[in-house]
């Protein structure tokens, strides 16, 4: 089956404490992102990646770092985590960059920086 | 920011009305989609129209595009209740690789 996976679901954490939320994608996809979903903001990018080792700032990276070593990976790096990092993540793929084609997300990480 | 808008906030109708949500953006785009989330979920792709495009049919959608007055809709014919979910706008801007979504409009269909 088709699928982008996000893992962990639901994570809590303290402050300061790196972490890592993974993403894989099995459907050779070249174009993948990273958003944050916070109410009444929508959703706002912040990574993506045209292909592998290729990665570029999306309109909120502060904070954050990503890394495109394998086509299907796209890890997300939150190396010293803050409150104001307490959101709801997404990642999504699609086969390029998916202005012209349909974006395949995850189903979400939520994730408490206490 | 390039962050879209959308209205109504949120939505509230029958099942069997019609559903209108509204987008609308800041600049030239390359074309816009329809998102569908579900309850906090991920998104699922519903349609998308190209910059030269006035209007897209699928199903009971309907998606129409104004570039002049940079906006978008998005209708929904004979509503059910599983149609209850938010509803995102989203695209890209020319020579961009980066995507903006709208805020989102929260629809309940009520059986």
Same mark, same amino acid.
């Given at each position: 089956?088709?699928?982008?996976?996000?893992?962990?679901?639901?994570?809590?954490?303290?402050?300061?404490?790196?972490?890592?939320?993974?993403?894989?994608?099995?459907?050779?996809?070249?174009?993948?992102?990273?958003? $944050?979903?916070?109410?009444?903001?929508?959703?706002?990018?912040?990574?993506?990646?045209?292909?592998?080792?290729?990665?570029?700032?999306?309109?909120?990276?502060?904070?954050?770092?990503?890394?495109?070593?394998?086509? $299907?990976?796209?890890?997300?790096?939150?190396?010293?985590?803050?409150?104001?990092?307490?959101?709801?993540?997404?990642?999504?793929?699609?086969?390029?960059?998916?202005?012209?084609?349909?974006?395949?997300?995850?189903?979400?990480?939520?994730?408490?920086?206490? | 920011?390039? *962050?879209?808008?959308?209205?109504?906030?949120?939505?509230?109708? *029958?099942?069997?009305?019609?559903? @209108?949500?509204?987008?609308?953006?800041?600049?030239?785009?390359?074309?816009? *989609?329809?998102?569908? *989330?579900?309850?906090?979920?991920?998104?699922?792709?519903?349609? /998308?129209?190209?910059?030269?495009?006035?209007?897209?049919?699928?199903?009971?959608?309907?998606?129409?595009?104004?570039?002049?007055?940079?906006?978008?809709?998005?209708?929904? @014919?004979?509503?059910?209740?599983?149609?209850?979910?938010?509803? +995102?706008?989203?695209?890209? /801007?020319?020579? +961009?690789?980066? =995507?903006? =979504?709208?805020?989102?409009?929260?629809?309940?269909?009520?059986?």
């Amino acid at each position: 089956e088709a699928q982008v996976t996000q893992n962990p679901r639901y994570l809590i954490t303290v402050t300061g404490k790196k972490l890592t939320v993974t993403c894989s994608q099995n459907m050779n996809h070249e174009y993948m992102s990273w958003y $944050r979903q916070d109410p009444g903001l929508g959703l706002r990018q912040i990574y993506y990646s045209m292909n592998v080792e290729v990665t570029d700032k999306g309109d909120v990276p502060e904070g954050y770092k990503v890394s495109r070593k394998e086509k $299907r990976n796209f890890p997300l790096i939150l190396e010293s985590p803050s409150p104001n990092q307490t959101s709801l993540y997404f990642c999504a793929s699609s086969p390029t960059s998916w202005e012209n084609t349909e974006a395949f997300f995850g189903q979400g990480t939520r994730l408490t920086v206490v | 920011s390039q *962050q879209g808008e959308e209205d109504p906030q949120a939505l509230s109708i *029958q099942e069997g009305e019609n559903a @209108t949500m509204n987008c609308s953006y800041k600049t030239s785009i390359n074309n816009l *989609q329809w998102y569908r *989330q579900n309850s906090g979920r991920g998104l699922v792709h519903l349609i /998308l129209i190209r910059s030269n495009e006035r209007e897209k049919h699928s199903g009971r959608l309907r998606v129409t595009l104004d570039t002049s007055k940079k906006s978008s809709s998005l209708l929904i @014919t004979a509503s059910r209740a599983a149609d209850t979910a938010s509803y +995102f706008c989203a695209y890209s /801007l020319y020579n +961009f690789n980066k =995507f903006y =979504f709208g805020s989102g409009t929260k629809l309940n269909v009520k059986p």
